[in-house]
Every structure is written in structure tokens, then in C-alpha cells.
């Protein structure tokens, strides 16, 4: 959702700018647009459409200049047009500006400038921004010697919402100033050049040596020095963190898409969770989590709060905390949590999860329960990310990046995860016989060989996907713990296939659903539990007496079952049989959208990270 890129050194920008912006067009986009600093000027190239298409605008290719913004637009205020694609400038053409997150007040702020004879071209809350500079620089008290910085921090003191924003001037030809608040931004530290990106595998081929900045910091960049402001503009240091991550992580590796290749990355990215966070026959440790028995025995109660798929994986861990620790856990949508007055006290334990940890809802909620006084633990794929800045502790599923908008093996990890986390409590709580959490592990440890079996063998949910990728709806129906794989599966659909698909616990089907089955409707039985397959089995009967076409997902034997397609799966731990039920799933709905001729990695309308409300 809305990419940023910078650049301060000695070569060309415009490359890099592009490279940069094609690297987050994983983000989700529909605009695109540079500015340089050329000959005393600002230049500005921009556009709706992909950002393949900068190149061919005219000019682009003979800018010389050193020092540029770029950025992706995901419509908010305003359609997608050329006018409303980033970057903006003031009317004197002096600061140009590109803006990742919302200005809430940007119908007053506009009000404002307009009384003062400012003139605006577009429709967006981000045109606000450099006329208020340019207004400040000329009218401000300057608290800082920089006049430049003093205009952009006053200007930044009158928005209210969430904002990364990258400022370039003419006036002030070697540096560009940035500063963020609840949008994220990172600055790439090189020799002699320095970058800027939303996320760090934008940069990640330039440098190793990032600075997060923080929520209200400023940064005004050179090409050879970066000098960090707090809030009151007072400088400070601020360590350099070296991230592991190579850029080789980040390219498709021969895959077709990212997201098949981070399917069959799962059994990896599943074996970097584990690390060394327990072995048989040891206790588990979390290098990252001091969490004290004290602490733990006072909690009566456990919140996992997240978006979308890392709220699934949320449903599959309540179960798991609530067996082997005995506490109840609510598992909650972060956009209706952050909203209800959920009841919550320093008796809580707050878990959120995020992939990417910049989820708006997922960060808002986290703060809430926060100022509530409960603990908050962060579950998230990126090191440094803002939920793990705001939580309380934090913890990361090392599953690398995650490129493809639909999110696979981050989920996998997620659950994982979660499943450690529940056998450390467990451990400390001593509420579970060591022999039950000594074969979880294993299980565990079993995981990724099981899933190489799956990948192994996909032609079965290939052919399937040739089958019914032209159907208008589908049906996802599990119990259990396979009924949060049934929402799972259903949400990867109709992300990437666009087809219209529920997910419904199977013995609800008779209260409702069934009224929509009908001759040739797909239906996928996720059956895993050995004490529920029987149940799930009558359901599938009822849906295949009505003409559904069937598939199933299980790893039990069927008795005389009249299903269209069965997928084995190999046999688990109840607990984590999500962590492989899901893998068919997965590419199954990968399946109908390449049949359907569909862009797998970026689906229409969505974004990686929703950095706004
Ligand atoms: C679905 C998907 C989304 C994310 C959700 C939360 O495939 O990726 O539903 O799970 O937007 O994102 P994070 O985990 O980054 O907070």
C-alpha cells in the first residue's frame, strides 16, 4: 500500500528510483511517479498505470540528477490519474513531497492555505504537504538553523493521521529530509550514497546497513552523512542495525511467481521458526522472550488480535494455548477490537500478530490494550518493524521475505510459531505431562519433511484447478481446527482467483448455506481430526446429493466415500494440522488463477501491507 524510494549520492537517481519502486510494486499500486533534482529544478515524472510505464515517459531517460523521490500510489483521495500520482509540489514548484499514509485533516489544512491564495492541482490529502512547507518556510518561526528542516517539522506538526514523507528542494540541492509517524520508513546506509525505502528489500540490493526510523524522527540525508532530529529537532545518534537478509531472497529463484515460490519455501521457512527454539527432550527457550512464571500464573485470560490471514493463523493458536495452558484466549479482528472496548486489564495477555507488523488496525489495537495496562507480545516476520517497536515483547517468525500479496508461508510460520509459544507457557505453567509436549515436538519437527511430501506431488489439485477455475462460487467446510483452515483456504481464493467462495463450520451448512448448493457447485472438505471425520463425511454426503462437485483434503482413510477428488495429506498432531492442510490450498487457489490467466503475486485492489485504516 503506497511504496516510497530515495536517493542521495553520486550516481544517476532515476534507476534506482525505478528498480526500487518495481521491487515494492508487491505493495499494491495504481500510480507511479520520480522527482529529481535537476539543474537547479525540480523535475517531475509521474503517471497512473504500472511503473514499467515511467520509462517510457518522455524525458526520463536523459535526467542526470542525483538526488530523487519516488513512489507507488494506492488511490485514496482521488482516482488514480496523473494529477493524483505522487510526487506533489508546492505552487512555487520549490519542495517536492511523496506521502505514504492518510492526512485526516487535510480538508481543513486545504481550507487553510487556500484563504492564503495557495492553489491545489489535485484531489489528494497529500498535496497539503508541500504547500504547508513552502507557507512555514517563508512564515514560520524556524527552530532549527536549517530552515528547510523547520519548515517541514512545522508543517508536519499541523497533520494530523499517519504519514512517511520524503521532501526534496532545489534551494537545498545535496540532501532530501524524511520523517515518519505510523507509516513505515527505513534509510539504506551505503559508501558515499545513502537510499530510502518503505521496506528494506526495496534497498536491500544496494546495502545491508539500515536505520528504522522512529514514530516523529526526522532524518535530513546526504550523500555521505545522515544526522537524525527528535520531535523538538535536537539531533542524536543512532545505531546502524546490519540486516541478514541477501537480495537473492527477494528474486523469484526460477519460480514462475513469488507466491509458488514461497509455497515450496515452507518447509524451510518452517525450519527457521523452529531455529533452536527447542530440541526433544529440552525445554523450549525464546532468545527473544524473558516471560517470568510469576507474571504467567497471574494471567487469566489471552487476546490474539490481527488482520486477515494472520488472524487464521490466530484461530489455529487459540487452540493450541487453550489445550496445553489452560487459558481461555479470544482471538479478535484488530479493526473491531481496536474499536469495542474490549475488556481487558493487566490480567491480559495481548498477542498480535503481523507479518509485516505495520498493519494500522493491528498496531492501533496493539496501543489500545496498551494503555489498558495488559502485556502486549508482538508475532511478526520483519525485525525492527513498528508493532514490534510498540509491543511490549516481541517475537519473529524468521520466515524471509514475504513478496507475494497473498500471504502463504508467513501463515505457516505463524502457526509454528504459535504452537512453540504455547508449549514454552505450557512448560512454565507446568499444566500440560511433558510426554504430551515431548510428541508435539516431534511432531513439529516432522513438519517440514511432511510438507516436501505434499509439494512433491501437486498434478492431483492441478488437475482440480483445470477443472472448476471457471466456477462463480465455492464452498470451504471443515470442524475443528479444519474450520480455520476452511477460512483460510476461502480467503486465498477469492484473493488471487477472484471467485466469489465461503467458509463455513460443516455442521452449520444445514442451518443456511445449503440453500446454495446446487448442481456443479464446488465444495472443499478439509478433514483431519479423526474424532470429527465421520461428521464431515455425512456433511460432503449432503452437498453431493444436491450435485456439488467435491474435493477433500485429509489425512484419514475414507470409507465409501463418493468424493470427485481426494488429496492426501500426510498425518499429524491435531494442534498443527493446519500447518499442512492448508499447503493444498494454497495451491489450489494458485492453480485457478494461473487457468484463469490472472496476476497471481499482485491481485487487483489489494495490498502487502495495509498501513492504513
Ligand atoms: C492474505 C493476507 C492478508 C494479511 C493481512 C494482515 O493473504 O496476506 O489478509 O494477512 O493484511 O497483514 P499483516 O500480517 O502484515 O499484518
Not at 482521488?78 to 485533516?105: C, L, Q, R, T, Y
Not at 481446527?481 to 466469489?500: F, M, W
Not at 456443479?520 to 453431493?544: A, R
Request: aromatic share 8%; hydrophobic share 40%.
Amino acid at each position: 500500500m503506497c511504496g516510497i524510494v530515495g536517493y542521495v549520492g553520486n550516481k544517476k537517481a532515476t534507476p534506482i528510483l525505478i528498480n526500487g519502486l518495481v521491487c515494492l510494486e508487491y505493495r499494491g499500486y495504481d500510480s507511479a511517479g520520480i522527482a529529481v533534482l535537476e539543474n537547479n529544478k525540480v523535475v517531475v515524472k509521474k503517471d497512473k498505470g504500472r511503473v514499467n510505464n515511467l520509462n517510457s515517459l518522455e524525458g526520463i531517460d536523459t535526467l542526470e540528477g542525483t538526488i530523487g523521490i519516488a513512489h507507488t500510489r494506492w488511490a485514496t483521495h482521488g482516482k488514480p490519474s496523473k494529477e493524483n500520482s505522487h510526487p506533489h509540489m508546492d505552487n512555487s514548484e520549490n519542495f517536492a513531497v511523496v506521502h505514504n499514509g492518510i492526512i485526516e485533516n487535510y480538508n481543513e489544512l486545504r481550507q487553510f492555505l487556500m484563504e492564503k491564495g495557495y492553489t491545489f492541482l489535485s484531489q489528494t490529502d497529500t498535496e497539503v504537504i508541500p504547500n504547508l512547507i513552502h507557507y512555514y518556510f517563508h512564515n514560520g518561526v524556524h527552530i532549527h538553523e536549517d530552515k528547510f528542516l523547520s519548515a517541514v517539522k512545522a508543517a508536519t506538526d499541523d497533520l494530523k493521521g499517519s504519514y512517511a514523507i520524503e521532501v526534496i528542494s532545489p534551494m537545498f540541492p545535496d540532501k532530501a529530509i524524511v520523517v515518519r509517524k505510523d507509516s513505515p520508513l527505513v534509510i539504506g546506509k551505503a559508501e558515499g550514497e545513502n537510499f530510502i525505502a518503505s521496506d528494506i528489500p526495496a534497498i536491500l540490493s544496494y546495502t545491508k546497513n539500515f536505520y528504522l526510523l522512529d514514530d516523529k524522527e526526522f532524518a535530513v540525508i546526504y550523500k555521505d552523512a545522515i544526522h537524525f532530529f527528535d520531535d523538538s529537532l535536537i539531533e542524536h545518534n543512532k545505531p546502524v542495525k546490519n540486516i541478514e537478509w541477501d537480495a537473492a531472497s527477494v528474486g523469484k529463484d526460477g519460480f514462475e511467481d513469488f507466491m509458488l515460490k514461497e509455497i515450496f519455501e515452507q518447509p524451510n521457512s518452517i525450519r527457521e521458526t523452529i531455529g533452536s527454539r527447542f530440541r526433544l527432550g529440552e525445554p523450549c527457550s525464546f532468545d527473544d522472550l524473558e516471560i517470568s512464571k510469576e507474571y504467567l500464573s497471574t494471567i487469566n485470560k489471552i487476546y490474539i488480535v490481527a488482520c486477515g490471514t494472520a488472524m487464521h493463523a490466530g484461530l489455529v493458536g487459540k487452540i493450541a494455548l487453550e489445550k496445553l495452558c489452560k487459558i481461555p484466549v479470544t482471538v479478535d479482528i484488530a479493526s473491531e477490537f481496536r474499536y469495542r472496548d474490549p475488556l481487558i486489564d493487566n490480567k491480559t495477555l495481548c498477542i498480535y500478530i503481523s507479518q509485516s507488523g505495520e498493519t494500522a488496525d493491528t498496531i492501533a489495537a496493539l496501543k489500545l490494550a496498551k494503555s489498558k495496562g495488559a502485556k502486549t507480545l508482538a508475532i511478526s516476520n520483519v525485525i525492527g518493524s513498528s508493532i514490534t517497536r510498540e509491543a511490549d515483547y516481541s517475537i519473529y517468525t524468521h520466515a524471509g521475505p514475504e513478496i507475494a500479496v497473498a500471504s502463504t508461508k508467513a501463515y505457516t510460520s505463524q502457526v509454528v510459531l504459535l504452537s512453540i509459544l504455547a508449549m514454552h507457557f505450557a512448560e512454565i505453567l507446568n499444566s500440560v505431562t511433558p510426554e504430551e509436549i515431548e510428541k508435539l515436538k516431534s511432531d513439529i519437527l516432522d513438519l517440514p519433511t511432511k510438507i516436501e511430501t505434499i509439494l512433491e506431488n501437486t498434478a492431483e489439485i492441478e488437475e482440480f484447478a483445470k477443472k472448476v477455475y471457471t466456477q462463480k462460487d465455492m464452498f470451504f467446510l471443515g470442524r475443528g481446527v479444519d474450520q480455520t483452515v476452511a477460512l483460510e483456504g476461502s480467503l486465498k481464493l477469492k484473493e488471487i482467483s477472484y471467485i466469489h467462495s465461503e467458509a463455513y463450520a460443516a455442521g452449520e451448512l444445514k442451518h443456511g448455506p445449503i440453500a446454495l448448493i446446487e448442481n456443479d457447485v464446488t465444495v472443499i472438505g478439509i478433514m483431519t481430526d479423526s474424532s470429527l471425520v465421520e461428521k464431515s463425511i455425512s456433511n460432503l454426503q449432503e452437498v453431493i446429493t444436491r450435485g456439488a462437485k467435491t474435493l477433500v483434503v485429509t489425512n484419514q482413510v475414507l470409507p465409501n466415500a463418493h468424493f470427485d477428488f481426494v488429496v492426501t495429506i500426510p498425518e499429524t498432531n491435531p494442534l498443527i494440522s493446519p500447518i499442512l492442510s492448508v499447503v493444498p490450498l494454497q495451491l489450489l487457489s494458485y492453480y485457478i488463477s494461473k487457468n484463469k490467466g490472472l496476476d497471481v503475486d499482485k491481485p487487483r485492489n489489494l495490498a502487502k501491507s495495509v498501513t492504513v485504516e
